[in-house]
């Protein structure tokens, strides 16, 4: 099955492209099968891999929480199933 992760976080005020640089620098191991990063306005990061797995709970490298400098609130995390 193709299994999804989607990563959003909400920059603290002005810090935009440092919270774009910082999820872009970020690698995962093993890299996923594929991996786009995209921007949104009021600084928002989004990045979404998907992964060839097992099933919908399998284990795979998520991006870590960034420094809290850089985040105006936690982490959103899903997961999506292709179908």
């Known amino acids: 099955m193709t299994l999804a992760l989607m990563w959003e976080a909400r920059a603290t005020e002005g810090r935009g492209d ?16 594929r991996r786009e990063t995209f921007r949104a306005p009021g600084d928002r990061v989004l990045v979404i891999t998907w992964w ?5 709970d399998a284990k795979v490298p998520e991006l870590p ?7 105006s609130r936690p982490v959103h995390r899903w997961r999506f199933e292709a179908v």
């Open 18 to 33: 440092a919270l774009l640089a910082w999820a872009k620098s970020k690698t995962l191991d093993p890299a996923p099968a």
């Open 52 to 56: 060839d797995a097992e099933d919908f």
């Open 65 to 71: 929480e960034p420094d809290e400098t850089l985040t």
